[in-house]
């Protein structure tokens, strides 16, 4: 069946780094934009970094845009989320996620595949 396992995530110091995997399987990631969520308590799911169908366009949220990079491997059928520079409010639970149509990093534009979460805590 159609899955998406996100790992990589754990502990880390401010000003640390972290790399987030996502692994498809029972799918094919290539033609799907494909995009990283967080939740925080309080709020729905926030789009983090995504690349729209295609690769035609790449975004990113303000508060991650320079430190974070979104990155797909097709041939690994996998995508990455490099986090640099993190902060202790960029502690959260990530999901990563795909949809056929996907266009815009909103989570209600991404309906068709979502991984369970992964937690990254970012302390001293």
């Known amino acids: 069946q159609a899955q998406l396992v996100e790992s990589g995530g754990g502990l880390v110091q401010p000003g640390g780094s972290l790399r987030l995997s996502c692994e498809a399987s029972?799918?094919?990631?290539?033609?799907?934009?494909i995009g990283w969520f967080r939740q925080v308590p309080g709020r729905e799911h926030e789009g983090i970094a995504c690349i729209f169908k295609g690769d035609h366009g790449t975004y990113y949220a303000p508060a991650v845009k320079g430190r974070f990079t979104i990155s797909r491997d097709n041939a690994k059928n996998a995508m990455y989320l490099e986090m640099d520079n993190l902060r202790p409010e960029d502690a959260s639970v990530y999901y990563c996620?795909?949809?056929?149509?996907?266009?815009?990093?909103?989570?209600?534009?991404?309906?068709?595949?979502w991984g369970r979460g992964i937690q990254v805590t970012v302390s001293s």
């Open positions: 029972g799918f094919t990631l290539d033609s799907l934009a």
């Open positions: 996620a795909a949809d056929q149509f996907g266009s815009s990093c909103g989570r209600r534009l991404f309906h068709d595949y």
